[in-house]
T-cell receptor, first 110, second 112 residues
Framework: EDKVVQSPLSLVVHEGDTVTLNCSYE??????LLWYKQEKKAPTFLFML????IEKKSGRLSSILDKKELFSILNITATQTGDSAIYLC??????????FGTGTRLKVLA | DVKVTQSSRYLVKRTGEKVFLECVQD?????MFWYRQDPGLGLRLIYF???????EKGDIPEGYSVSREKKERFSLILESASTNQTSMYLC???????????FGNGTRLTVT
């Protein structure tokens, strides 16, 4: 059965800390790994990774995929209170199938 | 920018009522999805549609049905609402090329 597991489930840090969020996957016919940030409403897209070993960056956020070990990490450096959110990862298998993890709830304290 | 609009942010319904959740996207996407999100369980797929009038069951279709009469609109129907359907419902769309899924703001449904 396809599954995506995220860890930790929740995390509390102070502003300025660096955090690493983990996502492991077992997805049949894997195509891509997606990261989303969810605050109070719609999950918003962060990254899509399809190739192993290539880091994607956007400001203080970066992510990398390891297709051999079947995992991805999302790094956030110099965290800010605005980074507080649920971070979701999903494995894509074909056009219609997206398997989501349960998310990591990040709280950044001022 | 892609916009996925869900008609209601919050809904309160009584047990046994028929409930309609509406979703509209403005990017001519082929694929549309309905998920429910519950604490500790993540996002679970209820139904998806890859074309007008086409639908496929997801992981938890029981108690739900869907309708896609027009490409831009995908409706989720709770035939007879029950308290265990209290949840956050998220609509999403994607095109077949990019794989990127775009979400609506969600409808928080409470069934009393």
């Amino acid at each position: 059965e396809d599954k995506v597991v995220q860890s930790p489930l929740s995390l509390v840090v102070h502003e300025g800390d660096t955090v690493t969020l983990n996502c492991s996957y077992e997805v049949t016919n894997f195509r891509s790994l997606l990261w989303y940030k969810q605050e109070k409403k719609a999950p918003t897209f962060l990254f899509m990774l399809t190739s192993s070993g290539i880091e994607k960056k956007s400001g203080r956020l970066s992510s990398i995929l390891d297709k051999k070990e079947l995992f991805s990490i999302l790094n956030i450096t110099a965290t800010q209170t605005g980074d507080s959110a649920i971070y979701l990862c999903a494995g894509s298998s074909g056009t219609y199938k997206y398997i989501f993890g349960t998310g990591t709830r990040l709280k950044v304290l001022a | 920018d892609v916009k996925v609009t869900q008609s209601s942010r919050y809904l309160v319904k009584r047990t046994g009522e028929k409930v309609f959740l509406e979703c509209v996207q403005d990017m001519d996407h082929e694929n549309m999805f309905w998920y429910r999100q519950d604490p500790g369980l993540g996002l679970r797929l209820i139904y998806f549609s890859y074309d007008v009038k086409m639908k496929e069951k997801g992981d938890i279709p029981e108690g739900y049905s869907v309708s896609r009469e027009k490409k831009e609109r995908f409706s989720l129907i709770l035939e007879s609402a029950s308290t265990n359907q209290t949840s956050m419902y998220l609509c999403a769309s994607s095109d077949s090329e990019s794989q990127r899924v775009h979400f609506g703001n969600g409808t928080r449904l409470t069934v009393t």
